[in-house]
């Protein structure tokens, strides 16, 4: 199944966190937190402004990015969990 998301909203798989911290101390799975960086699946095509016009989105397909800690919808797309959330959730754009 192909997935579109509409107007604002993109299509996020989450980035797996560190399993180990700096010093080399392993954290269990129920100790962990979901991971806030995630990388864009699919875009939509923008939104709309107050004169109808669509305003394109600054993230695309592959960008790593950085969004807040209650974010998005959490969805099954292919069998795979994946968050859909509107481009104002994004926090920024991992570079490099």
Known sequence: MNFRPLHDRVLVRRVEAEEKTAGGIIIPETAKEKPQE???????????????DIHPLEVKAGDKILFGKW??????????????????????????
Do not use: C
């Open 71 to 96: 974010s998005g919808t959490e969805v099954k797309v292919n069998g795979e969990d994946l968050l859909i959330m509107k481009e104002s959730d994004i926090l920024g754009i991992v570079e490099g």
């Open 38 to 52: 995630g990388e864009v699946v699919a875009a939509g095509t923008g939104a709309r402004n107050d004169a109808g």
